[in-house]
């Protein structure tokens, strides 16, 4: 309950709670660290499936309460621009005498690359309607201090289906030891197929072929080699080394 005149927050830390005034100093807390605010409640016959996905991004389980926050997280975990992720990071609590709409806790909480935070709600497309009014009263809290603000409905396909096939290989066991690394960026310099590519590098690394595709995957998902995932993504998909990571190969290569 808040019966201020002011939007709090109310947190949850390793170091203790948080209960303030929306502020910058609040806004400038690290709530990618943030634990869960509330508890993820189960009981029998419940429709959602609720768990926890490994993130490659944070090295840690991040808990999700659905299959599309399930979703999201995956996506999350793909895009470069995120390192930091939380769920259930804080509670919205709006100010006394607000109308039509209760606090708010989003289902996560992102720090992206350039130090700048993003909240996210998610939302089934036919609950946006009856959300709306809560939606407005987060995104205006969320610019008073600089946040972004993202309502996630779900990924178009194929783009889903690819980023859930790619996600498999994100795991440590499929990541290709670092003096393995220049090869397979060769075996894909110029941009050839996933096939010819995983062939490539497995005769240059002396690997079984399904190694070398997994290493492929996980480069995929890692971000240094690179596929449009605007298309089905198969054997026959065309992969290429992103640029940057290219070069710095070819450097570590010459050095």
Known sequence: MNATGSVRVLGRFEAGMLDAALSDDV????????????SFFAWPGKRNYEGSWWSSTVRAHVGFESLLEREFLMSADYDKDVVGISSQPFALLWPKGTEGARG???DF??????????VVAVRHPDR???A????????EACEQVGWEYEVFTGLSEPLASNIRWLAGYRQDRFAPPASAIPAIVEAFS??????AGARRAARLLKLDFSMAQAYAMNLVFTGSLDADLRRPLS???TVSPVQEFAQGTELEAVS
């Open 27 to 38: 806004a400038s807390e690290r709530f990618e660290s943030a634990l869960p605010v509330r």
């Open 104 to 106: 708010h806790v989003p």
């Open 109 to 118: 909480f992102l720090r992206l690359a350039d130090g700048t935070g993003r």
């Open 128 to 130: 946006l309607a009856s």
């Open 132 to 139: 709306q009014r809560q939606s407005n009263l987060t995104r």
């Open 190 to 195: 110029p941009a050839t197929s996933l096939a």
């Open 235 to 237: 054997l026959d998909a």
